[in-house]
C-alpha cells in the first residue's frame, strides 16, 4: 500500500522488557515447579525426599531425559520422530545380545550408538531428500522396528549379561552414571545449539525454512544432521535403558515415544519447531518422573499419571499459543 | 440507465498501519458492467472485500435496494444477492460440477438426502442458460480448464440468484479463446440485468466491454465516468496522477563495469527470453504490472528457480546459479517482498536474524563468534537507524519498515555486489521509506549494483538510473531515467497491444 503508515514506535525500553522474560521463561517455570513438588510432597510424605526414592526417580528415567534432548532438536528443527521407543528397545536388545555373545563390552556399547545414527540419518535423509513428512517416516520405522524385534528376539528376555556390563550400575566419585550423563549432554548440547552454526541452522529451518533457504542454509543437510545428531542421543538414552537392570526385556515402557515427546513439549520445544531449549526438556523429563512418583506417595493411583501429563502438554501448547498470539499482536504491521 | 442497486457512500477501512480506503462512492445499477481500475495497492480488492462481506467497513454506509445493510461474512452477502469471483477460484477439484455449483445449497428430496439428479438437471440447466452447452456436468473439476473452471464458478454465483456479480481479474489466468466466450457470458448476464463490477488491469478490456468506470487511487475515489467519455490516455493520468514527492534522495553514481549480465534467459511460465545489463554503481528498476514476472525474474537471477535456458553471466564469466547458495556465493543478495514468508524468522532474535546469510562469515570450526555476531547487529541498527529495545528483540515485534530493514542488513552482512530488492518500501511507513531510499543511493555510490522491483512508480522514477518494464514474463520496454515519465511506463506495463485483444475486440 501506498498509503502512510502510522509511525509508531513499538520497542519499549530494554529494562522493562528483560524483566519479565526471565521471570517467564519456561525452564525456570520448571525448575520451581520441580522444587515446589518436592517440598509439598515431602512434606506430605518424607520418604519421598529419600535418597532411595531421589535414585529412583532419577536414575529410571535420566534415559528419557538423554532420548528428549535428540526429539526437542529435531521438534525444533520442525520435525518429529516417533519411533524412538522401538527403537531404544531395539537398540537395547543389539547391545545385550552382542554383549552375552562375547564381544568387547566397549563395543557391545558402541555399536548400537552408531547402529542409531545410521538408523535416524536414513530417517532424515527421507524426510530431506524425498520429502516425506517426518511423521509418515517414523511411523514406518517405528512398525518395522517393532515387528523385527518380536520377530527376531521372539520376545524373549536377555539375561546372563556379562560383568561390567552395566554402565548404568557404575557410580563415579559416588554420583550414579546416568547423572552424568544427562547432566553433561544436556550442556553440552544446549551450548552446542546456542554456539554452534549448526545449531542455529536448526532453529532457523525449524522457525522458517524458506526464510531460511533464501538465506544460502540447506534445509536437507540441516535435516539430515539434526536426525543423525539425534540418533546419538537415542543411541546413549538405548545404553542406559539396556545397562540399568540385571536382565533387558525386549519390551520398552508403552508409549515410552509419546512420554519423551511430552518431555519435550512441556519443556518448552514448540511443536511447530523454531522455538525451545534442550534444558527445558531435561527438566521437564526430570519433573515428569517426580510426578510419577509423587502419585505414589501422596496415594493417588499412578494410572492417573497419563492423565496429568496429558494436562500438562495441553497447558504447556496453550501457554505457547498464547505467546505466539501476544508475539503476532505486538508485530508492528 | 436505471438507478442503482448497491450503492457505498463514504467508505473507509484502515488495517494497522496501513488506511485502505478512504472515504469511497462507489455504486452499481442493473445491467451494467462497472469496471473498477487503480494501479496495485489502489484498494480495488479491499473494496471489494467490503462488498462481498470479507471485510466490514470502518465509516461509510451501504445501500441495497436503498435500504442499509452491513454484512456480517461473505454468506450474508450471498444471501442478498451479491456474488464474487475471486482470482484464485474457489472450487473443489475432488468433486463434479453440479456438486460444485451447489455446494451448500444442494436439492434435497423428501427424505432431506440430497436429490441427485434433480442437482444434475439443474446444473445443465444453469449452464445452458450462460449458453454454456460443452460442460459435462458429472465430470470432476479438477479435470477441467482454467476457463471452464471459471464457467463453473459463474455458474455456482447464479444459483445463489446473483443480482450483482463481482469479477476479479477474470481474464488474468485465461486464453484468447476463454476471455471471448467470458466478454460473451458477461453481456449475456448483463443483459438480463445482473450488475457486474469488473476488475482488470487491461484498458482494453474496459473499452470492450464497461458502460461506466471508478478509478481508485492508494485508497481515494478518483472519479466515476461512463466509458465513452474517457480515453486511454485519460484513464492512465486519472490512475497515477499523482505529484513526485521529494521521498527520493537519489544522487548520481559513476558507472562502472557490467557486474550481471542476462542473455535470452528463459524459466516457464514467466520468465521468457529475458536480456538486461547491470552495472556496478546502477539501480536498475523493473516495473510492471502484478503477474508480469518480476519477481519470478529475481528468483531466477538468484537461483530459486534456475534459469532452463539462456546465459547468465557475472564479471563476464558464464555461471550457473542452481540455488540460492550459489548465488550467495557469487556475491548476489536478494531482499524478498514477502518479509514474513521469505525475509526473516520471527521467533529468533534481531542480531540471529541479521547474521543468518553470514553464518559462515561469522564462525570458525563450525562455532559462532558471538562477538562478531553482536557487532554485526550493533552495525546495522546504527547504519539503518533500526528502532528496537536492543539486539535481543525477537524480531517479530518490530514494525514492518523495522523489519525490512533488518532483511536489507542481514544481506548487506554477506557484503554482495548485486543486490535485488523486490518492493523493497511496500507496507512501511514514509520515514523508513525514506531511509532506505537513502540507503540504497549510498550503496549505489559506494559501487553495488542494484535491482530494484517496485510497484510504485514514483518510487521506480525517483530511484532508478534506467528502467524496465515487464509485461507476461517479457521486458516489453527499456527507458532511461531522463525519458521517463509516469505516463509512459504505466502505458507500457498496461497495454495490451497482442493478439489476443485484437480477437476478443470482434
Redesign the interface.
Known amino acids: 500500500?501506498?498509503?502512510?503508515?502510522?509511525?509508531?514506535?513499538?520497542?519499549?525500553?530494554?529494562r522493562r522488557?528483560w524483566v519479565p522474560r526471565i521471570a517467564l521463561s519456561q525452564e525456570l517455570v520448571l525448575f520451581l515447579a520441580i522444587v515446589a513438588l518436592f517440598v509439598v510432597v515431602g512434606a506430605i510424605n518424607p520418604r519421598f525426599v529419600a535418597e532411595r526414592n531421589l535414585q529412583s526417580i532419577f536414575l529410571g528415567n535420566a534415559y528419557i531425559a538423554v532420548a528428549a534432548i535428540g526429539m526437542s532438536m529435531v521438534i525444533i528443527s520442525g520435525n518429529i520422530d516417533i519411533s524412538v521407543g522401538s527403537l531404544i528397545g531395539v537398540l537395547a536388545t543389539v547391545s545385550g545380545t552382542l554383549a552375552v555373545a562375547g564381544v568387547p563390552i566397549v563395543l557391545s556399547w558402541v555399536i548400537p550408538v552408531l547402529l542409531s545414527i545410521a538408523f535416524t540419518t536414513t530417517m532424515g535423509a527421507m524426510v530431506a531428500y524425498l520429502r516425506i513428512p517426518s511423521i509418515v517416516v517414523s511411523l514406518g520405522f517405528l512398525s518395522i522396528l517393532k515387528g523385527g524385534l518380536i520377530v527376531v528376539t521372539g520376545g524373549a528376555w536377555i539375561n546372563a549379561l556379562p560383568e561390567g556390563f552395566h554402565l548404568a550400575q557404575m557410580k563415579p566419585f559416588g554420583i550414579p552414571m546416568p547423572i552424568y550423563f544427562m547432566v553433561i549432554l544436556t550442556i553440552a548440547a544446549a551450548l552446542w545449539m546456542r554456539?554452534?552454526?549448526?545449531g542455529?541452522?536448526i532453529?532457523?529451518v525449524g522457525?522458517?525454512a524458506?526464510?531460511?533457504?533464501?538465506?544460502?542454509?540447506?534445509r536437507e543437510r540441516t535435516v539430515v544432521k539434526v536426525f543423525a545428531i539425534h540418533g546419538f542421543f537415542v543411541g546413549i538414552a538405548a545404553l542406559l535403558y539396556a545397562t540399568q537392570l540385571a536382565i533387558i526385556q525386549s519390551t520398552v515402557p508403552p508409549n515410552l515415544e509419546l512420554t519423551i515427546i511430552t518431555a519435550s513439549v512441556v519443556g518448552g520445544v514448540?511443536i511447530l519447531g523454531?522455538?525451545g531449549t534442550v534444558v527445558g526438556s531435561t527438566l521437564a523429563a526430570v519433573l515428569l518422573a517426580a510426578i510419577g512418583s509423587s502419585l505414589i506417595f501422596i496415594n493417588v493411583s499412578p494410572y492417573w499419571l497419563r492423565a496429568v501429563q496429558g494436562v500438562l502438554i495441553l497447558v504447556t501448547v496453550l501457554a505457547d499459543m498464547w505467546r505466539r498470539m501476544r508475539?503476532?499482536r505486538?508485530?508492528?504491521? | 440507465m436505471s438507478d442503482a442497486i448497491l450503492k457505498l457512500a463514504g467508505i473507509s477501512k484502515s488495517f494497522p498501519g496501513v488506511r485502505a480506503l478512504s472515504n469511497i462512492t462507489f455504486d452499481v445499477r442493473a445491467a451494467e458492467v462497472h469496471a473498477l481500475l487503480g494501479e496495485n495497492g489502489a484498494g480495488k480488492s479491499t473494496l471489494i472485500k467490503i462488498m462481498s462481506g470479507v471485510y466490514q467497513p470502518d465509516e461509510g454506509v451501504m445501500t441495497l435496494d436503498g435500504g442499509t445493510i452491513a454484512f456480517n461474512s461473505p454468506q450474508e452477502a450471498q444471501d442478498r444477492g451479491i456474488a464474487t469471483i475471486y482470482q484464485e477460484l474457489l472450487l473443489f477439484p475432488e468433486l463434479t460440477v453440479a456438486e460444485n455449483i451447489f455446494m451448500g445449497h444442494a436439492p434435497k428430496n423428501r427424505f432431506g438426502a440430497i436429490d441427485w439428479s434433480t442437482m444434475r438437471e439443474e446444473a445443465r440447466k444453469l449452464l445452458a442458460s450462460l449458453d454454456i452447452h460443452d460442460l459435462d456436468v458429472t465430470s470432476m473439476v479438477g479435470t477441467l480448464s482454467v476457463g471452464n473452471r471459471q464457467r463453473v464458478e459463474i455458474a455456482k454465483a447464479l444459483s445463489h440468484n446473483a443480482r450483482i456479480l463481482i469479477m476479479d481479474e477474470p481474464t488474468a489466468a485465461l486464453t484468447e479463446h476463454d476471455v471471448e466466450r467470458l466478454f460473451g457470458i458477461v453481456r449475456l448476464l448483463r443483459s438480463r440485468g445482473v450488475g457486474v463490477v469488473y476488475i482488470s488491469h487491461r484498458l482494453e478490456e474496459v473499452f470492450l466491454l464497461a458502460d461506466r468506470v471508478t478509478v481508485l487511487r492508494d485508497g481515494e475515489f478518483v472519479a466515476t465516468k461512463p466509458v465513452s467519455e474517457t480515453d486511454h490516455d485519460g484513464l492512465i493520468e486519472m490512475m497515477v496522477g499523482r505529484r513526485l514527492d521529494a521521498l527520493f534522495p537519489k544522487t548520481e553514481a559513476p558507472l562502472g563495469d557490467v557486474v550481471l549480465e542476462l542473455e535470452n534467459v528463459t524459466r516457464q511460465p514467466l520468465t521468457k527470453d529475458v536480456s538486461l545489463k547491470l552495472r556496478a554503481g546502477e539501480i536498475l528498476g523493473i516495473a510492471g504490472l502484478v503477474g508480469a514476472g518480476r519477481s519470478e525474474l529475481a528468483e531466477v537471477i538468484f537461483g530459486m528457480t534456475p534459469a532452463e535456458s539462456g546465459t547468465i553471466r557475472v564479471d563476464g564469466r558464464n555461471v550457473r546459479i542452481g540455488s540460492p547458495s550459489a548465488a550467495k556465493r557469487l556475491g548476489i543478495a536478494y531482499v524478498p517482498e514477502d518479509r514474513g514468508r521469505q525475509g526473516l524468522v520471527r521467533p529468533m532474535r534481531l542480531a540471529e536474524n541479521v547474521s543468518l546469510a553470514s553464518l559462515g562469515r561469522i564462525s570458525q570450526g563450525g562455532f559462532l563468534n558471538r562477538q562478531s555476531e553482536a557487532t554485526l547487529a550493533r552495525k546495522s541498527i546504527d547504519q539503518f537507524r533500526v528502532r528496537a529495545s536492543g539486539i535481543d528483540q525477537i524480531v517479530s515485534k518490530l514494525s514492518g519498515g523495522n523489519q525490512q530493514k533488518i532483511g536489507l542488513s542481514k544481506w548487506l552482512a554477506t557484503e554482495p555486489r548485486i543486490l535485488i530488492m523486490d518492493e523493497p518500501t511496500r507496507g512501511i511507513d514514509v520515514g523508513a521509506k525514506a531511509e532506505i531510499h537513502r540507503m540504497m543511493s549510498e550503496l549505489a555510490q559506494e559501487g553495488m549494483a542494484i535491482i530494484m522491483i517496485s510497484s510504485e512508480l514514483p518510487e521506480v522514477l525517483g530511484m532508478s538510473d534506467r528502467i524496465l518494464v515487464m509485461r507476461g514474463g517479457r521486458i516489453v520496454a527499456e527507458v532511461d531515467r531522463a525519458d521517463a515519465t509516469q505516463e509512459s511506463l504505466a502505458a507500457a506495463m498496461m497495454s495490451d497491444a497482442s493478439a489476443s485483444m485484437a480477437v476478443a475486440a470482434e
Open positions: 500500500m501506498a498509503a502512510p503508515e502510522a509511525t509508531t514506535a513499538l520497542a519499549p525500553t530494554p522488557r554456539l554452534s552454526a549448526t542455529r541452522s532453529y532457523a522457525g522458517n524458506e526464510a531460511a533457504r533464501l538465506s544460502g542454509i540447506s514448540s523454531g522455538t508475539q503476532a505486538g508485530r508492528g504491521r
